[in-house]
């Protein structure tokens, strides 16, 4: 993949413009703390709404990008909205982590800009992610059975759906 010129993240903190290094890639033994970022600034939606407390499952499949949770209570109550930074792609690499291929800068990263946006879920519907509230044995079944996922997204009714939107 060549370099794009800019990378995309997305945050419930609607203040910050720098960003330091706390997530941690890697193994063990080489496990470094970054910046992450991604060229899609679609996939960047998926990160508003804080993943903690959380039981979702996000990715791609047949071209569908999508945000499954069984959480949607809490997701709810935790959408305060957020922003989308863009960063200058200097100074980060592409590294291919749990078998996803992320951008990461080990040093701090000033964003250029911003977009706020009032809820993660609009932003993601609005992105193209295809979200899902699922129960978490529906959850369950999608993680303990990758050969059938698509199959089990064709069965669902995602937000989109729901809200005429694609």
Known sequence: MSRPDFLYRGTPNKD???FTPKELVGLSSSARLVVSATSDRNVATKFIVPMEGLNIKTG???GISYYLCADETVFRQTDKGGAIHTFASYGFELISYQSVDIWVNPNPVNSISKEVVSSGLTAMI???I???FVTPDTLELFNNSPDRRLDI???LVSENAKQNKK
């Open 16 to 18: 910050t413009t720098q």
């Open 60 to 62: 791609f499949i047949d």
């Open 126 to 128: 609005d992105a193209g």
């Open 130 to 132: 295809q979200v899902y």
């Open 153 to 155: 997204l064709k069965e």
